[in-house]
């Protein structure tokens, strides 16, 4: 609190449930996640006392077992993920009350371990959507699919998501990027 404690728009609340002021002024975010029962999954969480900031490091070691994702087609050998027009739908309308009210969005496409980027088959298919869609709304996209952790299993907990110790050293990288561009600050 001691960084936002002379912001108007911030208080108590914010800090016990991330993205609250997004949820009641996007009616879009709020219907996604809502749908998704993400903000219910967050306090069922026994470890939500231990979270710093929405955040809790994974101090896990890394396994080959591929996360459920029913937005995908999953087979022994690959992974074919769809894109849902639904989604894509709910995303541009995010954008746009996003721009309605002054809210300065950034994307990024955060590490993901390279054995799990060669089995996604239209995983280039995918970023190449993902790079024009920010393109189209002059949106700043952050895509971290290539830098060095991605080929280290000492960075991740499973194929998507990365451990502790990756994700403060992504941490790190993702603050410096935004400083240097002055992308929000």
């Known amino acids: 609190m001691k960084y936002t404690q002379n912001v108007g728009c911030f208080d108590k609340l914010d800090f016990i449930l991330p993205l609250k002021r997004f949820f009641l002024i ?5 219907k996604y996640h809502l749908h998704r029962g993400t903000i219910k ?3 069922s969480s026994r470890r939500v006392h231990l979270k710093e900031r929405g955040y809790f490091g994974q101090d896990r070691k890394f396994s080959r077992i591929k996360p459920k994702n029913k937005a995908a087609l999953i087979t022994r050998d690959s992974i074919y993920s769809l894109i849902s027009i639904e989604h894509i739908h709910l995303f541009e309308a995010f954008i746009q009350e996003c721009k309605e009210n002054n809210i300065k969005l950034v994307v990024v496409f955060s590490p993901f371990y390279i054995e799990g980027q ?3 088959v239209n995983f280039d298919v995918i970023m190449q959507f993902y790079r024009e869609l920010m393109k189209k709304h002059d949106i700043p996209f952050y895509d971290y699919s290539k830098i060095p952790i991605n080929y280290s299993t000492e960075y991740f907990y499973n194929m998507m998501h990365l451990n502790k110790t990756g994700a ?3 941490s ?3 603050a410096s990027d935004l400083k240097r561009d002055r992308v929000l600050f």
């Open 26 to 30: 996007i009616p879009s975010l709020r």
């Open 118 to 120: 060669e089995i996604e």
């Open 168 to 170: 403060e050293m992504f």
């Open 172 to 174: 790190k990288q993702l």
């Open 41 to 43: 999954r967050y306090f």
